[in-house]
């Protein structure tokens, strides 16, 4: 047993759920000293260039013509989209509660799933929604002294298009695998955060040594690094194994949080954290339930990485 816990694998996992975690006080760093345009448009950058560098030993293959107007859908929302709103949230909302309210993106991702991919919405699912976005209510009332607060719903916002791009993303997953999509879409989302350079550079020139130190972090590690493992593990682990894992990523968040910042969160926030995570995993075990048993084929890719093609990282 322990040396299955060992594994590569499942030590890939871990290294996954522990970096995609420590992402949240990381950028509570980067904050106060770049801004929000600043380390959103560095963090992307550093992460584009060593996803682009590992391209060719990952045998990452050029995107397809068809494919680029969902690439593009995909880079837009959850990558700069996604950067912009909860570095902009978490100015105000603590690293820890952050994780909390992103949690839910699965949510967003199911309702449009059953918008326009003609995907069954069923009473499992709406129960575990309802349940979902009631916890995160319950942690935006948390945050707010009178009523919600702005940047708890702009984190909010930060899930809904993070959730846009697990919609996006499932098209191309087909025929791509998840570390190729993370690519694509990466890639994209920094040319569309080009525009930030102006304020990025100026903030750049002037900010203190932990803050640049922290969007290398967080470029090279929970964005890139991560992105790489994860393929890895979810090639070679159960779906439900590899599902399950990102439900330990707000706990973490939570304790990593505490160590590194010395946060407490508010006994409510974690309420309502506890209930949207339960609202995810009623949705994800019914899709699990009811997912069918074949894999779809990858463009000349093996059963592994077939897989991993089946599950979207979340983009962080």
């Not at 298009?161 to 025929?175: C, D, E, I, T, W």
């Not at 190729?180 to 989302?189: H, K, S």
């Not at 803050?211 to 493992?229: D, E, M, N, Q």
């Amino acid at each position: 047993m322990s040396a299955r816990i060992a594994s590569p694998r499942f030590l890939a996992l871990v290294g996954t759920v522990v970096l995609w975690a420590s992402a949240f006080p990381a950028i509570r760093v980067g904050i106060d000293g770049l801004g929000v345009a600043a380390l959103s448009l560095l963090r992307l950058l550093i992460a584009a260039g060593a996803l682009l560098a590992v391209a060719p030993f990952a045998k990452v293959r050029l995107p397809r013509r068809g494919d680029l107007p969902l690439i593009t859908l995909c880079g837009a929302t959850g990558m700069t989209a996604y950067q912009v709103l909860l570095n902009w949230g978490e100015v105000h909302v603590e690293a820890g509660t952050a994780s909390l309210l992103i949690a839910i993106a699965p949510v967003f991702s199911v309702l449009l799933g059953s918008l326009f991919l003609g995907e069954r919405l069923t009473r499992s699912i709406v129960v575990g929604s309802v349940v979902a976005l009631t916890g995160a209510a319950v942690v935006c009332l948390a945050e707010g002294t009178s009523g919600f607060s702005v940047s708890a719903l702009v984190i909010l916002a930060a899930a809904l298009v993070q959730g846009v791009y697990h919609f996006a993303s499932k098209p191309l997953l087909r025929h791509r695998t998840g570390l190729e999509v993370a690519t694509y879409a990466m890639v994209a989302g920094t040319v569309f955060a080009l525009p930030l350079v102006p304020a990025a550079w100026h903030a750049a020139v002037h900010a203190p040594a932990a803050a640049l130190a922290s969007a290398a972090y967080l470029g090279l590690l929970p964005s890139a690094l991560g992105f790489v493992i994860w393929a890895y593990a979810v090639a070679r682990l159960p779906l439900a194994v590899s599902t399950a894992a990102l439900y330990l990523v707000p706990p973490v968040a939570l304790i990593v949080s505490f160590v590194w910042l010395a946060e407490v969160p508010r006994p409510i926030a974690l309420v309502g954290g506890a209930i949207s995570v339960a609202g995810v995993i009623l949705i994800s075990r019914h899709k699990q339930s009811h997912s069918p048993p074949d894999v779809p084929a990858v463009d000349g890719a093996g059963p592994a990485a077939q897989q991993a093609a089946t599950v979207p990282a979340p983009a962080r």
